[in-house]
């Protein structure tokens, strides 16, 4: 969801590492360029997520949780 009630619960990293962050920007213009071959995307976006937990300073359980959420959601999401 993206309305305010749940991306307001969102943390801000403020003074984020300049150098993930553009490691971050570079990976994702890499998938944007490149998204035809499903192995690179999917390569790709895990990079995203270790870069994105690396920014947000997340542990190896808070790391685990978000993964065993996000996995959930997908596999309910198939059923549509």
Same mark, same amino acid.
């Given at each position: 969801h993206l309305d305010k009630s749940y991306i307001g619960l969102v943390p801000i990293v403020e003074n984020p590492d300049k150098r993930k962050l553009k490691q971050l920007i570079k990976v994702v213009d890499s #998938?944007?360029?490149?998204n035809n071959d499903?192995?690179?995307r999917k390569k790709r976006n895990k990079e995203i997520d270790t #870069?994105?937990?690396g920014i947000y300073s997340l542990n190896k359980e808070e790391i685990e949780l978000i993964e065993e959420a996000v996995s959930k959601m997908l596999?309910?999401?198939?059923l549509w």
């Open positions: #998938l944007i360029a490149k499903p192995e690179l #870069l994105v937990y596999s309910r999401r198939s």
